[in-house]
């Protein structure tokens, strides 16, 4: 089965901008998350969704950041407008809504923002 | 609230040489522990886990893990380590709750391995 996909890998944009991520998670996950990695630090929560629903968005910095996730499959997170302390690594992660699977979480391989 | 300290930022071992990754966490009760690696260019991929029952839990690519309740940590070991073990390791503990949740995470730890 394929894994989490993440989209884009990599941007570059001004402080100011708007940038929107995308994470794909795998087939049949009904738990997502994303956490984001700043400056070489821990891997920090941001939120984390049950299909549409959010269940837990104390991991979100402030009003800026706007995660969606209509279907219950894809999510997008939006960063507007983004700020340099934005910057670091964005990672998605899925996981299945069974019993103990549900604490496997699959990541993906992470969006570098970098805000200029 | 829960925490994970993983004490060293990096550690260099020779290649064959055994490996040790410390982590301490603090939480209220026994957590869910898990490691995770991440290798350049690549997502973090779970090595092992740990829920209940035996303290010595056995992950993939021939890494361990020791639970120890009274010192409040889940070190990593290799016997062997390879070359392709050069990665940054990560420590995480998760709520004990019926449903998922979110993990809390290390700092990581950068291994370099020497030929």
């Known amino acids: 089965e394929a894994g989490v996909t993440q989209f884009p890998s990599h941007s570059v944009i001004e402080k100011g901008q708007t940038v929107t991520l995308r994470c794909d998670p795998i087939s049949g996950h009904d738990n997502l998350y994303w956490y984001r990695r700043v400056m070489g630090k821990e891997i920090k929560f941001l939120l984390h969704f049950v299909k549409e629903s959010k269940q837990d968005e104390s991991g979100m910095p402030n009003n800026r950041f706007l995660a969606e996730r209509t279907g219950g499959t894809y999510s997008t997170l939006k960063v507007q407008p983004a700020e340099l302390e934005d910057s670091g690594v964005y990672f998605c992660a899925s996981s299945r809504d069974s019993g103990l699977a549900g604490h496997e979480q699959y990541f993906g391989p992470g969006t570098r923002l970098t805000v200029t | 609230a829960q925490s994970v300290t993983q004490p060293d930022i990096h550690i260099t071992v020779s290649e064959g040489a055994s490996l040790e990754l410390r982590c301490n966490y603090s939480?209220?009760?026994?957590?869910?522990l898990f490691w995770y690696v991440q290798s350049p260019g690549q997502g973090l991929q779970l090595l092992l886990k740990y829920f209940s029952g035996d303290t010595l839990v056995q992950g993939i690519k021939g890494f361990e893990a020791e639970f120890k309740r009274s010192q409040s940590s889940f070190n990593l070991r290799k016997p062997s380590v390879h070359w392709s073990d050069a990665a940054e390791y990560f420590c995480a503990v998760g709520a004990r709750r019926t449903n998922a949740g979110k993990s809390t995470f290390g700092d990581g730890t950068t291994l370099t391995v020497k030929p």
């Open positions: 939480y209220g009760a026994t957590p869910y």
